[in-house]
């Protein structure tokens, strides 16, 4: 089993939908959760970064995290036809282990005009 | 502008000839990585560095080699490459203060023949 597991989709909406994309893992001392956006040919960029549980909002965009289920979400409001990209989520642990980050296999959303 | 950079982006190259993927980082980041991308199994991460003179294996180390003489540089070394290693690589750094968000650079795509 996977340490973190990702939906890899994919996931096809209509523009101005809600979009849920999720992650689930196993490690418990997880606590540094990101979201990334990756558009073909290009590096991750960051969207989202959230310490522990709770839930962060940005503009269209709102992180969620479970630490009790490990489970992380994002949500995304009112999508556009640029949210078309791949959403990896990425967790690491503190301590020794700041450095490890370990990323789900991204899902691919299309949104259609 | 805060940034990740990479050299050279694109690299053909012939199996067994040593070869230096570069990355540097302007944040003054602790924490430098290097990743692979792979279709079908996601980033994963080959090392990392908390600082310098300090590395640690990724989940992918095998035929990759690092050093970090300096806190700005993290290259990569593929001392014989092997047509597997084929692949697209980011290096990505990482700070200690502001949260910890981790950037990437714009990506490396290699081919061995």
């Known amino acids: 089993q996977k340490e973190v597991e990702q939906d890899p989709g994919p996931l096809s909406v209509p523009e101005g939908a809600i979009v849920s994309l999720n992650c689930t893992y196993s490690?418990?001392?997880?606590?540094?959760f990101m979201w990334y956006r990756q558009y073909s040919r290009k590096g991750p960029e960051l969207l989202m970064y959230?310490?522990?549980?709770g839930n962060k909002e940005d503009g269209r965009f709102t992180a969620q995290v479970d630490k009790s289920s490990k489970y992380i979400s994002l949500f995304i409001r009112d999508s556009q036809p640029s949210d078309s990209a791949t959403y990896l989520c990425?967790?690491?642990?503190?301590?020794?282990?700041?450095?490890?980050?370990?990323f789900g296999q991204g899902t691919i959303l299309t949104v259609h005009p | 502008e805060a940034q990740v950079t990479q050299n050279p982006r694109y690299l053909i190259t012939v199996t067994g000839k040593k070869l230096t993927v570069t990355c540097s980082q302007n944040m003054n980041h602790e924490y430098m990585s290097w990743y692979r991308q792979d279709p079908g199994l996601g980033l994963r991460q080959i090392y990392y560095s908390m600082n310098v003179e300090v590395t640690d294996k990724g989940d992918v180390p095998e035929g990759y080699k690092v050093s970090r003489k300096e806190k700005r540089n993290f290259p990569l070394i593929l001392e014989s490459p092997s047509p597997n290693q084929t692949s697209l690589y980011f290096c990505?750094?990482?700070?200690?203060?502001?949260?910890?968000?981790?950037?990437f650079g714009p990506g490396t795509r290699l081919t061995v023949l």
């Open positions: 990505a750094s990482r700070g200690l203060a502001g949260g910890g968000e981790q950037f």
């Open positions: 959230t310490y522990s549980s």
């Open positions: 490690n418990s001392a997880f606590q540094y």
């Open positions: 990425a967790m690491s642990a503190g301590g020794t282990s700041y450095g490890k980050l370990t």
